[in-house]
T-cell receptor, first 111, second 114 residues
Framework: GEDVEQSLFLSVREGDSSVINCTYTDSSSTYLYWYKQEPGAGLQLLTY?????DMKQDQRLTVLLNKKDKHLSLRIADTQTGDSAIYFC???????????FGKGTKLSVIP | DVKVTQSSRYLVKRTGEKVFLECVQDMDHENMFWYRQDPGLGLRLIYF???????EKGDIPEGYSVSREKKERFSLILESASTNQTSMYLCASSGRDRVNSPLHFGNGTRLTVT
């Protein structure tokens, strides 16, 4: 079945850029998503990209998609302590409304 | 703004009790989902529904059932709660138009079964 992989931890200094990486296996993926989860809360949709795009920018967030390598990344510019959270990558296959999620990357921001 | 509301943030139930977890969305979304989230296991899909009265099993439906009598409401039922059902439960909804109605989550219900 489809699989989505992410590294489990990332630690950055406040003010630096963070890059969270994700790989997926489903070549028919149509949409790819990034969600943020703060402690004790649900998942908050950050951004998403259609599979025929290779980049999307939204304020401090930049999503890069390499469809050939099935690699997705989320760059957070000028990382702040409020960005500390778990970030989930997810993909949606063609003809399906279901998302397959990675296990999440815990981002720790050091003041 | 999309709002997915789960009726309880925290719930403590005893083994063997019947438990109802309620979820309501206000965006007229067709699709609704129930996930559970456990450390090290990520999110796992329990049940989903693409329309009123319709339900489909996800990856881990055993021990659970669902009800979707109205479009805006999707209920998860634990017929006889067990300690291995202690978990964070997340409800989500989306519309058929992925661009304008992507998947949004509620704040979760942390269920403890003692």
């Amino acid at each position: 079945g489809e699989d989505v992989e992410q590294s489990l931890f990332l630690s950055v200094r406040e003010g630096d850029s963070s890059v969270i990486n994700c790989t997926y296996t489903d070549s028919s993926s149509t949409y790819l998503y990034w969600y943020k989860q703060e402690p004790g809360a649900g998942l908050q949709l950050l951004t998403y990209i259609f599979s025929n795009m290779d980049m999307k920018q939204d304020q401090r967030l930049t999503v890069l998609l390499n469809k050939k390598d099935k690699h997705l990344s989320l760059r957070i510019a000028d990382t702040q302590t409020g960005d500390s959270a778990i970030y989930f990558c997810a993909e949606e296959g063609a003809g399906s409304y279901q998302l397959t999620f990675g296990k999440g990357t815990k981002l720790s921001v050091i003041p | 703004d999309v709002k997915v509301t789960q009726s309880s943030r925290y719930l403590v139930k005893r083994t063997g009790e019947k438990v109802f977890l309620e979820c309501v969305q206000d965006m007229d979304h067709e699709n609704m989902f129930w996930y559970r989230q456990d450390p090290g296991l990520g999110l796992r899909l329990i049940y989903f529904s693409y329309d009123v009265k319709m339900k489909e099993k996800g990856d881990i439906p055993e021990g659970y059932s669902v009800s979707r009598e109205k479009k805006e409401r999707f209920s998860l039922i634990l017929e006889s709660a067990s300690t291995n059902q202690t978990s964070m439960y997340l409800c989500a909804s989306s519309g058929r138009d992925r661009v304008n109605s992507p998947l949004h989550f509620g704040n979760g219900t942390r269920l403890t079964v003692t």
